[in-house]
């Protein structure tokens, strides 16, 4: 238990919770010293605004985020108090200032979060009205505690500035873990096979999104203080997880066909799944280390257990003899290949945490790190470009602006007393999905009821001003911590904390309670509505722009590997970028199927389609990632024109697949492969490898060996290769027929 508060205390959300918690509070207590609490409050709710687009970057970056949004804030509070007192004015004018806070989401994460807090300013501007020169003084508190909030970011980040990283990194290296675990589970006799690849599928998209945060701070220029040794510890660390991810995807064998052809040997199997198991305890085991600020102990056995499936090839061989089992030694030899390539990047990972990192550790593979992350501006032409009803976001910022007129209505139809926190319910539980929109009414509304009923129940016994204040503190400081975590038990604390400081503010608490929950009521019911009728953004809408954008990642990946095929030059940075988006777009479609499965049955139109092209997309990565990681890691012969062939069938298969997504007419343009030419094409490669190492009389057993290695891997792959693209075709079809 001790542990588990040391790691909640120390984690990256309480952290964060603790800064605004700080901001918010030091000048109520400093001021309030000086009869000032009123402007103390100000400036509290200041510094709480200018927390959400408080996103780890580098230095600079973060700087100009925090105090863009002070202004911004700074900015909507004044226009907002300016034209309160001309209704023809300023309901309009709200409602455009609304509509374009929303849209400026299209610039990604932070400009999402600096439009949440630019809208939370105009609805709480609108429920605390001020007149004449106590406006500029009101708005000058505001935009000093967005400075005072950036000031104590700023410190706070200076004090630790790699806990961020290093909280980051133990949850890349545990998901890697976990993932790495699934692969391994499918080695089982009675594997549930669509279980555990819906679980990897999962596991991608948390991934995906571990991937980005931690491109941010560890490749933009200038963040964690330049070339220091921790920097480069950690990138080198994020480097050698992304690897291993792709050799762990890589490993995509048959599993029923190897099951079976092993079915009497099974030593061979329980034996490398034995490893699998063990390299991802490694990871789990760096990971705690890391977490607790322990020093990494490398205690594993992996290389004796790479040893014990070595010696299990071996009797495999004896048993059953040399040539009647060659096939699958290839095929074992292959497995033993990627655990050692595994072994090798894992013993990376842990000199990094037990050796100083050098420059040398890092040279070449910081090469063009920058083209990973995506460039600090903000083109015009990208907010054009959303300005239509095919734009999720449009919708979105539509469907937000009509139901924060409707709240505005019903505040001026019904007496209702605080109409701002019906505005600030919708604001913060509106999201662009229906799905979500649900779940966070439900846990608004369950964690304010609950709030209301625990905060009643402990006014009734204190009533010591100081303790009630101290006790509002630390459920502040608990709700900004689990908001993020838990949203119900977060809303739970948010609202006994309004609760109390209403109490010491207003005597009558009774009243504030009963309308805490009315409002809150109405903001999630009128969110919820509206993301039903008010052009909501369903996901088959949206299912096959994930899907064309999925297939052209991965035929982009596909041809940089066959470029690195045919030219054998080193990995380029083109082939890395294809890779990352390859990886990426297959998140973002399995994503989407999440979604789906949170929307009403009736919405759920493709969802089986969708749930089939994400998988086929996902095991295609894999044989591409198998592909690619064994060409970078084996001096492989010259590609074969009949290779060649097989490939440009798959790529015809997907730019098809494309087409299909697209329009019939660009269809019509594009031939599908002849299935008799590609039998023969098959043939052929086959025949012409055997030919290769007769006509070159290889008399190295060795080099043999790793040469029919090699054709048998390559073989194989590009038969799975072909069977998926097909697949993929005819789930294409499939969908098409259902739009």
């Given amino acids: 238990m001790i542990q588990k508060i040391k790691q909640f205390i120390d984690s990256t959300n309480f952290t964060k919770a603790a800064t605004v918690t700080f901001a918010a509070v030091v000048p109520v207590i400093i001021l309030s010293q000086f009869g000032l609490f009123q402007e103390g409050f100000a400036v509290a709710i200041g510094a709480v605004l200018g927390y959400p687009p408080d996103i780890p970057s580098n230095p600079l970056h973060r700087t100009k985020g925090l105090l863009t949004t002070a202004l911004i804030v700074t900015l909507c509070t004044l226009t907002t108090n300016l034209l309160y007192s001309y209704p023809f004015l300023f309901y309009p004018i709200i409602l455009l200032l609304i509509f374009f806070l929303s849209m400026i989401s299209v610039y990604g994460q932070r400009a999402t979060m600096v439009s949440f807090s630019g809208l939370l300013a105009l609805t709480l501007a609108s429920g605390h009205i001020h007149y004449g020169w106590e406006i500029a003084l009101y708005c000058g508190l505001i935009f000093a505690g967005g400075l005072f909030y950036t000031i104590t970011s700023l410190t706070f980040n200076y004090l630790s500035p790699h806990r961020y990283t290093e909280l980051q990194i133990a949850e890349c290296l545990k998901l890697t873990g976990k993932y790495m675990k699934q692969r391994g589970r499918l080695w089982n006799i009675n594997a549930d096979k669509e279980k555990i690849t819906k679980k990897q599928l999962f596991l991608q998209v948390e991934i995906n999104t571990n991937h980005e945060s931690l491109r941010e701070i560890l490749l933009r220029k200038g963040s964690n203080s330049g070339n220091s040794n921790q920097s480069r510890k950690m990138l080198l660390v994020f480097i ?28 061979v199997l329980t034996t490398y799944q034995s490893l699998a198991y063990n390299l991802a305890k490694t990871l789990k085991k760096v990971s705690k280390s890391l977490e607790n600020k322990k020093k990494y102990v490398s205690s594993h056995k992996l290389l004796k ?4 499936f070595k010696k299990a090839i071996k009797n495999y061989e004896k048993e059953f003899g040399k040539k ?9 030899t292959n497995m033993l290949h990627y655990a050692e390539k595994q072994i090798e990047k894992i013993t990376i990972i842990e000199r990094a945490f037990t050796k100083k990192t050098s420059a040398k550790d890092m040279q070449g593979r910081d090469k063009d790190l920058e ?82 009923i625990i905060a009643f129940g402990l006014l009734f016994v204190i009533s010591n001003t100081i303790a009630i204040a101290t006790l509002a503190i630390i459920f502040m400081l608990l709700g900004f911590t689990f908001t993020a975590i838990n949203y119900r038990i977060g809303a739970t604390f948010v609202t006994i904390f309004v609760v109390f400081l209403y109490s010491m503010l207003n005597p009558d608490i009774n009243e504030v309670i009963q309308y805490r929950v009315i409002d809150t009521a109405i903001g999630a019911g009128l969110a919820f509505i509206a993301n039903y009728f008010f052009w909501p953004s369903w996901e088959f809408i949206q299912l096959p722009v994930f899907v064309k954008k999925s297939v052209e990642a991965n035929k982009k990946y596909l041809e940089e590997i066959i470029l690195l095929y045919n030219k054998k030059q080193d990995v380029s940075t083109s082939y890395r970028l294809a890779r990352k988006n390859a990886f990426i777009e297959v998140g973002n479609l399995t994503a989407s199927y999440q979604r789906m499965i949170q929307e009403p049955k009736s919405k759920q139109k493709q969802q089986p389609q969708l749930y089939k092209l994400a998988v086929l997309n996902h095991t295609l990565l894999s044989s591409l990632a198998s592909l690619g990681t064994y060409i970078q890691s084996h001096h492989t012969t010259k590609a074969s024109k009949a290779f060649n062939v097989v490939v440009d069938a798959v790529i015809k298969n997907l730019n098809y697949t494309i087409a299909l997504l697209n329009t019939e007419e660009a269809v019509k343009d594009i031939s599908l492969p002849e299935k008799e030419e590609l039998t023969a094409r098959f043939i052929e490669l086959k025949s012409i490898k055997k030919q290769e190492l007769k006509e070159k009389h290889i008399n190295d057993k060795e080099t043999f060996t790793l040469r029919m290695q090699e054709a048998q891997l390559i073989i194989e792959q590009l038969v799975w290769l072909n069977n998926l693209s097909e697949k993929i075709v005819k789930a294409a079809k499939q969908l098409e027929l259902k739009k």
């Fill in 240 to 267: 050698s997880l992304m690897e291993v991810l792709e050799l762990a995807l890589s490993t995509s064998f048959d599993h029923d066909k190897l099951k079976k052809r092993f079915s009497e040997h099974t030593e």
């Fill in 305 to 308: 257990d790479l040893d014990k």
């Fill in 324 to 332: 009647a089992v060659a096939e699958d030694v290839y095929m074992l």
């Fill in 371 to 452: 083209k990973f992350i995506a460039p600090e501006y903000y083109p015009l032409h990208i907010l054009k470009e959303n300005l239509s009803f095919s734009s999720t976001l449009f919708r979105l910022s539509l469907r937000l602006t009509i139901t924060i007129g409707i709240g505005f209505m019903i505040g001026i139809i019904f007496p209702l007393q605080n109409v701002y926190w019906i505005l600030l319910t919708i604001i913060v539980i509106m999201r662009p999905g229906y799905g979500l929109t649900k779940q966070r009414s439900y846990q608004r509304i369950v964690g304010t009821v609950l709030g209301c």
